[in-house]
């Protein structure tokens, strides 16, 4: 059973995940014992509750796409440690960010990124020469809210090594955006303008996120699960 429209290759849905809401617990037996073991590697409670549902919430809504029970699904894990599925051909992406994450699914390779903006213990200053282009640094500086402006700028930088499968080892200082249509830019890389562009998503307040998604992409859906009831597993 589908929630959605069905996704091809020009579509991509981003769900939006409440990782408060212990509704999400009531499936643990979803998870694969290799899952629970990752889950809690996490330092605090908190963060294992986190990492939980929210690989529960993926597991429920690929199950929903695929007419799959949840816990039959199997995935398998790229060289940083990007899952994905052999057997079917539908791609996707997850982040979370205190108390919420986002999921992509589509059709083909994507990336999503979540931040919360006011976090403590962050210095910005100390990040900037590590992430931001030299003409982003210019930016940035004249910036009347420079903490939203760096977050848009790393989520739309992650949200795009993300879709690579590659990790935030790549040169994040190498990657910039020019405007292409309405709210969404291309990405140059280097030198190489590429395939992708990067979109804003709608966030929860103190929240930013974007999506990546290659350019023919030309339906973006979004969705919040709490207007979803969980199919049993």
Same mark, same amino acid.
């Given at each position: 059973?589908?929630?959605?429209?069905?996704?091809?290759?020009?579509?991509?849905?981003?769900?939006?995940?409440?990782?408060?809401?212990?509704?999400? #617990?009531?499936?643990?037996?979803?998870?694969? +014992?290799?899952?629970? =073991?990752?889950?809690?590697?996490?330092?605090? /409670? @908190? !963060? &294992?509750?986190?990492?939980?549902?929210?690989?529960?919430?993926?597991?429920?809504?690929?199950?929903?796409?695929?007419?799959?029970?949840?816990?039959?699904?199997?995935?398998?894990?790229?060289?940083?440690?990007?899952?994905?599925?052999?057997?079917?051909?539908?791609?996707?992406?997850?982040?979370?960010?205190?108390?919420?994450?986002?999921?992509?699914?589509?059709?083909?390779?994507?990336?999503?990124?979540?931040?919360?903006? #006011?976090?403590?213990?962050?210095?910005?200053? +100390?990040?900037?020469? =590590?992430?931001?282009?030299?003409?982003?640094? /210019? @930016? !940035? &500086?004249?910036?009347?809210?420079?903490?939203?402006?760096?977050?848009?700028?790393?989520?739309?930088?992650?949200?795009?090594?993300?879709?690579?499968?590659?990790?935030?080892?790549?040169?994040?200082?190498?990657?910039?955006?020019?405007?292409?249509?309405?709210?969404?830019?291309?990405?140059?890389?280097?030198?190489?303008?590429?395939?992708?562009?990067?979109?804003?998503?709608?966030?929860?307040?103190?929240?930013?996120?974007?999506?990546?998604?290659?350019?023919?992409?030309?339906?973006?859906?979004?969705?919040?699960?709490?207007?979803?009831?969980?199919?049993?597993?």
């Amino acid at each position: 059973m589908r929630v959605m429209q069905e996704l091809d290759a020009a579509s991509v849905d981003v769900w939006r995940v409440s990782l408060s809401d212990p509704a999400w #617990d009531e499936h643990c037996e979803a998870m694969s +014992e290799e899952e629970r =073991l990752r889950s809690e590697r996490f330092a605090t /409670e @908190r !963060l &294992r509750v986190r990492a939980r549902r929210s690989r529960i919430a993926l597991r429920c809504l690929l199950a929903r796409y695929l007419g799959r029970p949840a816990r039959e699904l199997r995935f398998t894990y790229g060289a940083v440690g990007k899952p994905y599925m052999r057997d079917v051909d539908i791609h996707f992406n997850v982040s979370h960010s205190g108390d919420w994450a986002l999921i992509g699914i589509g059709g083909h390779e994507l990336g999503v990124d979540l931040e919360q903006i #006011d976090r403590r213990g962050v210095n910005i200053a +100390e990040l900037v020469d =590590l992430v931001c282009h030299p003409s982003e640094k /210019e @930016r !940035l &500086r004249f910036s009347q809210t420079p903490a939203e402006h760096f977050y848009a700028l790393w989520t739309q930088k992650e949200a795009y090594c993300k879709a690579l499968g590659v990790g935030i080892g790549h040169p994040l200082t190498a990657l910039r955006f020019e405007s292409y249509l309405g709210s969404s830019y291309r990405v140059i890389d280097g030198e190489r303008e590429t395939k992708y562009v990067v979109r804003p998503v709608p966030a929860p307040k103190g929240f930013v996120a974007h999506v990546c998604v290659p350019r023919g992409v030309m339906r973006l859906g979004y969705a919040d699960t709490r207007t979803i009831m969980c199919s049993p597993f």
